[in-house]
């Protein structure tokens, strides 16, 4: 079933529209989290994807201007094109450290190069079943990279096969790597459209839903911790305070001690006249302040009498006043 006239199968058309809404969701996210590179590695996938479904849905098409071998080169070309981005994906998306060949150079050696290969021979002998049989290296170059990949995945795990993410990515990256191989033959024995769509895009949409996971997984923990952080950070800032409140209210309590003491001597009060005022401008009664210095409580009045005398006072308002501390209210006893 061919959709609005072009030789574009309905199956491949609905995977361009789906492919369409992933690639405008990818682009959204790329601005609002510029820092975000891995994004942009989906987003070049995507429009591989695109562009592979559009040229192979279209091309070769009589109705469409052009020859049918630039037409058949173009669709071809995509179906070459797309593979060589996977190492690189792989590897770049994976952390798969041990694909950094096939990321670099593997793909020019055996897909790049057959590719050139390709159009020459379908150019000089203008059949292209003749050039189709050039097929075989990209297949054979698949295996390797199958076999690669499992290495790579081994080796990032350290062959631990037990880890859930390992098998996650073995499974997957099977199925993304079937389509690649089995390409060159439903281009070989010329299947359907349908069939090359499904095959194709469904194993690399795989691929690209499991880096999506993992990248949801990755910005759940990053949130995770920051909303754990910014909760240490609270309680450490009300540890903080309340550290400053303690030492300000010691720095407090020595300053006005010192001032006690420093005045105490402008009147001539003696050592334990000296420790009785102090007290008392805290907000002592008599009855405290003689429970803390263990005397008589008449003692402590006759104390107070004689402090009030010397520094020419009334009540202990006034005297908390001219030794110059600031106190809680003190009382009138």
Same mark, same amino acid.
């Given at each position: 079933?061919?959709?609005?006239?072009?030789?574009?199968?309905?199956?491949?058309?609905? +995977?361009?529209?789906?492919? *369409?809404?992933?690639?405008?969701?990818?682009? *959204?996210?790329?601005?609002?989290?510029?820092?975000?590179?891995?994004?942009?590695?989906?987003?070049?996938?995507? #429009?591989?994807? #695109?562009?592979?479904?559009?040229?192979?849905? #279209? =091309?070769?098409? @009589?109705?469409?201007?052009?020859?049918?071998?630039?037409?058949? &080169?173009?669709?071809?070309?995509?179906?070459?094109?797309?593979? &060589?981005? +996977? @190492?690189?994906?792989?590897?770049?998306? =994976?952390?798969?450290?041990?694909?950094?060949?096939?990321?670099?150079?593997?793909?020019? =050696?055996? #897909?790049?190069? @057959?590719?050139?290969?390709?159009? !020459?021979?379908?150019?000089? !002998?203008?059949?292209?079943?003749?050039?189709?049989?050039?097929?075989?290296?990209?297949?054979?170059?698949?295996?390797?990279? =199958?076999?690669?990949?499992?290495?790579?995945?081994?080796?990032?795990?350290?062959?631990?096969?037990?880890?859930?993410?390992?098998?996650?990515?073995?499974?997957?990256?099977?199925?993304?790597?079937?389509?690649?191989?089995?390409?060159?033959?439903?281009?070989?024995?010329?299947?359907?459209?349908?069939?090359?769509?499904?095959?194709?895009?469904?194993?690399?949409?795989?691929?690209?839903?499991?880096?999506?996971?993992? /990248?949801?997984?990755?910005?759940?923990?990053?949130?995770?911790?920051?909303?754990? !952080?910014?909760?240490?950070?609270?309680?450490?800032?009300?540890?903080?305070?309340?550290?400053?409140?303690?030492?300000?209210?010691?720095?407090?309590?020595?300053?006005?001690?010192?001032? *006690?003491?420093?005045?105490?001597?402008?009147? &001539?009060?003696? /050592?334990?006249?000296?420790?009785?005022?102090?007290?008392?401008?805290?907000?002592?009664?008599?009855?405290?302040?003689?429970?803390?210095?263990?005397?008589?409580?008449?003692?402590?009045?006759?104390?107070?009498?004689?402090?009030?005398?010397?520094?020419?006072?009334?009540?202990? *308002?006034?005297?908390?006043?001219?030794?110059?501390?600031?106190?809680?209210?003190? !009382?009138?006893?």
């Amino acid at each position: 079933m061919l959709v609005f006239g072009t030789q574009m199968h309905i199956v491949t058309f609905l +995977f361009v529209c789906i492919e *369409i809404i992933i690639l405008s969701y990818l682009v *959204i996210y790329r601005l609002a989290r510029p820092d975000d590179t891995t994004t942009s590695l989906n987003i070049i996938l995507i #429009l591989l994807l #695109l562009i592979y479904n559009i040229t192979g849905g #279209l =091309f070769p098409d @009589p109705n469409l201007t052009g020859s049918y071998f630039v037409q058949e &080169c173009i669709a071809y070309g995509t179906g070459f094109i797309t593979p &060589c981005y +996977f @190492p690189y994906y792989a590897y770049k998306a =994976f952390d798969l450290k041990k694909m950094k060949f096939h990321a670099s150079r593997g793909v020019y =050696f055996f #897909l790049i190069l @057959p590719y050139l290969l390709f159009v !020459s021979v379908f150019y000089l !002998s203008n059949d292209l079943d003749n050039a189709q049989d050039l097929l075989f290296i990209p297949v054979i170059y698949a295996l390797w990279v =199958f076999y690669s990949v499992w290495k790579a995945i081994r080796f990032k795990y350290k062959h631990d096969g037990s880890n859930k993410k390992f098998n996650e990515e073995i499974i997957v990256f099977c199925f993304s790597l079937v389509p690649w191989v089995g390409l060159p033959f439903i281009a070989y024995f010329d299947l359907s459209q349908a069939i090359e769509a499904l095959t194709t895009n469904t194993g690399f949409l795989l691929l690209l839903a499991l880096h999506l996971k993992r /990248n949801v997984e990755q910005i759940r923990t990053e949130h995770q911790r920051l909303v754990e !952080s910014e909760l240490h950070l609270h309680n450490w800032n009300e540890r903080l305070q309340q550290e400053v409140d303690k030492r300000t209210k010691e720095l407090e309590k020595v300053s006005s001690e010192e001032r *006690i003491t420093k005045n105490s001597k402008l009147y &001539c009060l003696t /050592n334990r006249e000296t420790e009785i005022a102090r007290l008392i401008c805290q907000g002592n009664t008599h009855k405290q302040i003689a429970e803390t210095l263990f005397i008589a409580e008449r003692t402590v009045a006759k104390h107070a009498q004689n402090i009030f005398e010397k520094a020419g006072v009334n009540n202990k *308002i006034e005297l908390c006043k001219k030794l110059e501390v600031y106190f809680a209210p003190v !009382s009138l006893e």
